[in-house]
């Protein structure tokens, strides 16, 4: 009389299969085939910009436009009145572009300076996410193990239904479950995803299109302002030692270098950031891998095979 | 001759007709206009008053229209209203039409100004000097892009295309043509239109092209030539 086949649990093996599908389908359901590599491009386009380096030499030039605001204050505004006679409003009337600029920038100040401060203090989550594998590869990290584990336990409900061994494939299938709860430990998504969700929290005050329009609006005014100083007020004033004034005057051009292409970068990632932000909260993500793995291996692990009936010996 | 028959041969003969007086009138349009190939010469701007004249760029504000504005104060304007920057022919004496005039490389000064000056002399605009250039492959968007064309209808009104003006500011690449490289004129782009005087060659042409990406997204550049056209002199064989 020949042995009886070993029969796992195909209750279990179904719903292995299921957890594999859903992680697999998960991509298609999140969007993330468009919106993970829009998030590694905004990633990407941020890298020049996202360091100690050029955030402090964008905070020493708001430091010099600063400074200037300052002297302004306390010598030119009074050259102005006491020199020239002007009362405010004439001020305004005659150099409008610098009143402009002179009003706004404490504004402008506050918060352009709280940006940058917000950015320096990102740094290090930028890093952690910049260190995680490409975005463009995030859906496959789903569909890959997903149709593998769905594969396994398709193969292993055949093999049962044909009376074959699934030895081997309920180990794949347990060896798959738990590569899967182990893949966000070997990237250390548990550290990274978090600052990830610290970094996307952060910058969504920053990257909307009516906020690009202000920061924009920023820069039209300080531009026109130091236009305005430089060929109207300056000239109209007689001469004396104004260095910080000088410095802004010196080196706006080159501030204005300075910012325009991170502006640029703020403007083309808007859209990316918007799609990155719609995904579930970075922090979830290494439970997306741990619960369903860990499932898949439980299912693998309970649905052990069962021998259908004992042999009593006659 | 049966009935049906005369119907048919008559239905014949009308389809025929409405389409030679189609074909013709399309020939008749045709010699209606004529394509200006040559220098649309830039006269400088006229601007120490209220009436502006001449040839001049404004920039209107992202979110406002270049009929409203608002539009830029440029603190370096020489016109007594700084939303008009004036500017002056270049060293080709201004646009030409039916082939480009490229940028050069490279295209900018260690400064960030823009340094092609064969349509206009590089401006001044808030401390950095832009430029204007036309190229095949539109610098921004990287698109394959048309030399400018501009038609003259009989009656003098000029229209067409410049899809290839493109600006060199900052370090950075502005499309300023009408329409944008992928054709489309919405938003605060609108269509080169203009007038020509074919005695005196006289023209004035003007289009909007909003600024789509970069720092300056969102913002639209009005841009006004005004002066004489000289047409190309033909090559000899």
Same mark, same amino acid.
């Given at each position: +009389?020949?042995?009886? !086949?070993?029969?796992?649990? !195909?209750?279990?093996?179904?719903?292995?299969?299921?957890?594999?599908?859903?992680?697999?389908?998960?991509?298609?359901?999140?969007?993330?085939?468009?919106?993970?590599?829009?998030?590694?491009?905004?990633?990407?386009?941020?890298?020049?910009?996202?360091?100690?380096?050029?955030?402090?030499?964008?905070? !020493?030039?708001?430091?010099?436009?600063?400074?200037?605001?300052?002297?302004?204050?306390?010598?030119?505004?009074?050259?102005?009145?006491?020199?020239?006679?002007?009362? /405010?409003?004439?001020?305004?009337?005659?150099?409008?572009?610098?009143?402009?600029?002179?009003? /706004?920038?404490?504004?402008?100040?506050?918060?352009?300076?709280?940006?940058?401060?917000?950015?320096?203090?990102?740094?290090?989550?930028?890093?952690?996410?910049?260190?995680?594998?490409?975005?463009?590869?995030?859906?496959?990290?789903?569909?890959?193990?997903?149709?593998?584990?769905?594969?396994?336990?398709?193969?292993?409900?055949?093999?049962?239904?044909?009376?074959?061994?699934?030895?081997?494939?309920?180990?794949?299938?347990?060896? +798959?479950?738990?590569?899967?709860?182990?893949?966000?430990?070997?990237?250390?998504?548990?550290?990274?995803?978090?600052?990830?969700?610290?970094?996307?929290?952060?910058?969504?005050?920053? +990257?909307?299109?009516?906020?690009?329009?202000?920061?924009?609006?920023?820069?039209?005014?300080?531009?026109?302002?130091?236009?305005?100083?430089?060929?109207?007020?300056?000239?109209?004033?007689?001469?004396?030692?104004?260095?910080?004034? /000088?410095?802004?005057?010196?080196?706006?051009?080159?501030?204005?270098?300075?910012?325009?292409?991170?502006?640029?970068?703020?403007?083309?990632?808007?859209?990316?950031?918007?799609?990155? /932000?719609?995904?579930?909260?970075?922090?979830?993500?290494?439970?997306?891998?741990?619960?369903?793995?860990?499932?898949?291996?439980?299912?693998?692990?309970?649905?052990?095979?069962?021998?259908? !009936?004992?042999?009593?010996?006659? | +001759?049966?009935?049906?028959?005369?119907?048919?041969?008559?239905?014949?003969?009308?389809?025929?007709?409405?389409?030679?007086?189609?074909?013709?009138?399309?020939?008749?349009?045709?010699?209606?206009?004529?394509?200006?190939?040559?220098?649309?010469?830039?006269?400088?701007?006229?601007?120490?008053?209220?009436?502006?004249?001449?040839?001049?760029?404004?920039?209107?504000?992202?979110?406002?229209?270049?009929?409203?504005?608002?539009?830029?104060?440029?603190?370096?304007?020489?016109?007594?209203?700084?939303?008009?920057?004036?500017?002056?022919?270049?060293?080709?004496?201004?646009?030409?039409?039916?082939?480009?005039?490229?940028?050069?490389?490279?295209?900018?000064?260690?400064?960030?100004?823009?340094?092609?000056?064969?349509?206009?002399?590089?401006?001044?605009?808030?401390?950095?000097?832009?430029?204007?250039?036309?190229?095949?492959?539109?610098?921004?968007?990287?698109?394959?892009?048309?030399?400018?064309?501009?038609?003259?209808?009989?009656?003098?009104?000029?229209?067409?295309?410049?899809?290839?003006?493109?600006?060199?500011?900052?370090?950075?690449?502005?499309?300023?043509?009408?329409?944008?490289?992928?054709?489309?004129?919405?938003?605060?782009?609108?269509?080169?239109?203009?007038?020509?005087?074919?005695?005196?060659?006289?023209?004035?042409?003007?289009?909007?092209?909003?600024?789509?990406?970069?720092?300056?997204?969102?913002?639209?550049?009005?841009?006004?030539?005004?002066?004489?056209?000289?047409?190309?002199?033909?090559?000899?064989?």
């Amino acid at each position: +009389m020949s042995e009886p !086949r070993e029969r796992p649990r !195909r209750g279990l093996l179904v719903a292995a299969v299921v957890v594999g599908l859903s992680l697999a389908l998960a991509p298609v359901v999140f969007q993330m085939f468009s919106r993970a590599p829009g998030g590694g491009d905004m990633i990407d386009g941020f890298r020049p910009y996202m360091t100690e380096a050029k955030i402090g030499r964008y905070q !020493r030039d708001l430091g010099i436009i600063d400074a200037a605001h300052t002297q302004i204050g306390r010598s030119l505004l009074p050259a102005l009145s006491d020199g020239l006679g002007l009362d /405010d409003g004439q001020i305004i009337a005659r150099f409008p572009s610098f009143a402009s600029f002179t009003d /706004d920038w404490p504004a402008i100040e506050a918060d352009m300076g709280g940006m940058l401060r917000t950015m320096r203090g990102d740094i290090p989550n930028y890093e952690a996410v910049d260190a995680l594998p490409p975005f463009a590869l995030f859906p496959w990290f789903f569909v890959v193990p997903g149709l593998f584990i769905a594969g396994l336990g398709i193969a292993a409900l055949v093999a049962s239904r044909r009376g074959r061994a699934t030895r081997g494939l309920l180990i794949g299938l347990a060896v +798959m479950g738990i590569g899967v709860v182990a893949a966000p430990a070997i990237f250390q998504m548990f550290t990274r995803a978090p600052k990830g969700a610290d970094m996307i929290n952060d910058f969504r005050p920053y +990257m909307t299109d009516s906020k690009l329009q202000s920061i924009q609006g920023y820069f039209v005014t300080i531009a026109a302002g130091e236009g305005n100083l430089r060929t109207a007020v300056l000239p109209a004033i007689p001469s004396g030692s104004r260095p910080e004034i /000088d410095r802004f005057v010196g080196e706006w051009p080159g501030i204005f270098r300075d910012f325009a292409p991170m502006i640029a970068t703020m403007q083309e990632n808007i859209g990316n950031y918007q799609g990155v /932000d719609a995904l579930p909260p970075f922090d979830l993500f290494p439970w997306f891998f741990v619960v369903p793995g860990a499932l898949v291996a439980l299912c693998a692990f309970g649905a052990r095979p069962r021998h259908s !009936r004992r042999t009593r010996p006659s | +001759m049966h009935t049906r028959t005369r119907v048919v041969l008559a239905t014949i003969a009308a389809l025929a007709l409405v389409g030679t007086s189609t074909a013709s009138a399309g020939v008749t349009a045709k010699k209606k206009s004529s394509a200006l190939v040559g220098t649309f010469q830039v006269d400088p701007a006229a601007c120490t008053t209220a009436d502006v004249s001449g040839s001049y760029f404004r920039m209107v504000a992202a979110g406002g229209t270049a009929e409203a504005g608002p539009f830029l104060p440029n603190g370096d304007s020489t016109c007594t209203d700084p939303t008009y920057t004036g500017l002056t022919a270049g060293t080709d004496g201004g646009l030409r039409t039916g082939g480009y005039q490229p940028q050069p490389d490279p295209p900018f000064d260690g400064a960030g100004n823009g340094l092609a000056d064969a349509i206009i002399q590089p401006v001044t605009f808030f401390a950095l000097n832009f430029a204007v250039s036309t190229n095949a492959t539109d610098p921004q968007s990287g698109d394959a892009v048309s030399a400018p064309k501009i038609v003259a209808s009989k009656k003098g009104a000029l229209t067409g295309q410049v899809e290839a003006i493109s600006v060199a500011y900052g370090d950075q690449q502005f499309n300023q043509g009408a329409p944008k490289p992928d054709g489309s004129a919405t938003g605060g782009t609108s269509k080169l239109r203009g007038t020509y005087d074919k005695k005196s060659g006289a023209y004035t042409i003007e289009w909007t092209s909003q600024i789509a990406g970069g720092s300056f997204d969102g913002f639209t550049g009005v841009w006004h030539f005004e002066g004489t056209f000289a047409k190309a002199s033909k090559k000899k064989g």
